[in-house]
């Protein structure tokens, strides 16, 4: 059990480009969540997926984002033309279906100039 | 709509002394899970304990025990013997069920442990 983990760590870019971050949970996981965390704020769901299928997707996830989880194993979370706003910690949790524990991964930290 | 309160923005304790950290939750579902979560600096989230509503003991892991009022819906984290590790931001979740199971941070205590 080698914990959640989530790449790039940290990622820069200019308003405007496209970015992709990737998950890849603990193995026995089937549940997959991405949440999202601002300054100061608790984080907030975006998406869930059980195995490949993307059950929920919150209002927060405009039309910019885009996840996927292909083989029911990682998952990626694009953001297209990414605004400042799109500034924030993205960070991903797993846990198997009865599973009350979430965990999460150490996150990836976006910064739109 | 589903909301999580934590009414202290910081605390301060004593190394060495128990400190309570408040949450309370706002739900018409009989049937909810409890979670704690200690965020460091460093940004990772980690899992310290669960409660589910069901469940007629409070949940304890090793300093961590969870304070559960259910009338009062309240579950509150006591942190016994506190060390300097302990300092970071804790938020309380609440899992309402259903077929995501997604969890409802509250905004979060900063806890900062003085020697």
């Known amino acids: 059990d080698t914990g959640v983990s989530q790449d790039p760590r940290h990622k820069i870019t200019k308003r405007g480009q496209n970015v992709t971050f990737r998950c890849d949970p603990i193995?026995?996981?089937?549940?997959l969540y991405w949440y999202r965390q601002t300054l100061g704020q608790g984080p907030e769901f975006l998406t869930y997926f059980q195995n490949e299928a993307q059950l929920e997707k919150s209002r927060l996830l405009s039309d910019r984002f885009s996840a996927e989880r292909p083989k029911g194993s990682f998952s990626t979370l694009e953001i297209q033309r990414t605004e400042q706003g799109d500034s924030a910690m993205y960070l991903c949790?797993?846990?198997?279906?009865?599973?009350?524990?979430?965990?999460f991964g150490p996150g990836t930290r976006l910064t739109v100039l | 709509a589903q909301k999580i309160t934590q009414t202290q923005p910081g605390m301060f304790v004593q190394e060495k002394e128990a400190v309570t950290l408040d949450c309370t939750y706002d739900t018409s579902d009989q049937s909810y899970g409890l979670f704690w979560y200690k965020q460091p600096s460093s940004g990772e989230m980690i899992f310290l304990i669960y409660?589910?509503?069901?469940?007629?003991q409070n949940a304890t892991e090793g300093r961590y025990s969870l304070n559960f009022q259910k009338a009062r819906k309240s579950a509150n984290l006591v942190i016994s013997a506190s060390q300097l590790g302990d300092s970071a931001m804790y938020f309380c979740a609440v899992n309402y069920g259903g077929a995501t199971n997604k969890l409802i941070f509250g905004t979060g205590t900063l806890l900062a442990v003085q020697p």
């Open positions: 409660q589910g509503s069901y469940d007629e």
């Open positions: 193995s026995e996981h089937n549940r």
């Open positions: 949790a797993s846990s198997t279906a009865g599973g009350q524990g979430k965990y």
